[in-house]
């Protein structure tokens, strides 16, 4: 079975300070993993992913992952955060073993920027 | 192109009312899903499509059901509606190239709550 842990429900980050949002998975076969982002009252937007290849990943609105396969992890990063980057942030994992879309989802977390 | 759409954005019911939300897409997908988001525990994946004709359980299908006899809809239909299925429901959907490797593409959701 996959799943994936995102150990902090919060993170608070001053503005212009780089961001750390982290993810680990578990997969049996070849992680393909996934970052969404959630604003207030709107559905999920995705940011980037990992299927192959080099190891880290550079996204949407300035936000990059790094894959790191002896850690299980795949951190969102993002080197100067704005206060528009406050939102709730979904790491996901697909076993790429299987030919199917089952995608699985971490618990969350919020993301705050202080100004 | 409006991606995937989502109706209603509200509803409340009564226990033991039944309704169907809908999904649509205009991207030619053929995979489509039906998540549940409650506060806490991410999204769980309720029902998935790889095709018209097609539809599977996910991880909590108990009290829904779904068809799929187009490529664009995706209906989410509960029976008999109960407080726990008080919660937020997205639809998503992905090109599904066999690979695993597609991104999945979300509805803005339905705030449903059952009284």
């Known amino acids: 079975a996959q799943s994936v842990a995102q150990p902090e429900d919060q993170v608070n980050v001053a503005e212009g300070n780089p961001l750390t949002v982290k993810c680990t998975y578990s997969?049996?076969?070849?992680?393909?993993l996934f970052w969404y982002v959630q604003y207030p009252n709107r559905g999920l937007q995705f940011l980037l992913k990992?299927?192959?290849?080099?190891?880290l990943v550079k996204g949407s609105y300035g936000f990059e992952a790094e894959f790191n396969k002896s850690q299980t992890s795949f951190h969102l990063k993002k080197p100067s955060a704005l206060v528009s980057d406050s939102a709730l942030y979904f790491c996901?994992?697909?076993?790429?073993?299987?030919?199917?879309?089952?995608?699985?989802f971490g618990t969350g977390t919020r993301l705050t920027i202080i100004p | 192109n409006a991606g995937v759409t989502q109706t209603p954005k509200f509803q409340v019911l009564k226990t033991g009312q039944s309704m169907t939300l809908q999904c649509a897409q205009d991207?030619?997908?053929?995979?489509m899903s039906w998540y549940r988001q409650d506060p806490g525990m991410g999204l769980r994946l309720i029902h998935y499509s790889v095709g018209a004709g097609i539809t599977d359980q996910g991880e909590v299908p108990n009290g829904y059901n779904v068809s799929r006899s187009t490529t664009e809809d995706f209906p989410l239909r509960l029976l008999s509606a109960a407080p726990s299925q008080t919660s937020v429901y997205f639809c998503?959907?992905?090109?599904?190239?066999?690979?695993?490797?597609?991104?999945?593409?979300f509805g803005p959701g339905t705030r449903l709550t059952v009284l």
């Open positions: 997969v049996s076969g070849n992680p393909y």
């Open positions: 998503a959907s992905s090109m599904s190239n066999g690979q695993s490797t597609d991104t999945q593409y």
């Open positions: 990992y299927i192959t290849g080099d190891n």
């Open positions: 996901a994992v697909r076993d790429g073993n299987f030919g199917n879309e089952k995608l699985t």
């Open positions: 991207m030619n997908h053929e995979y």
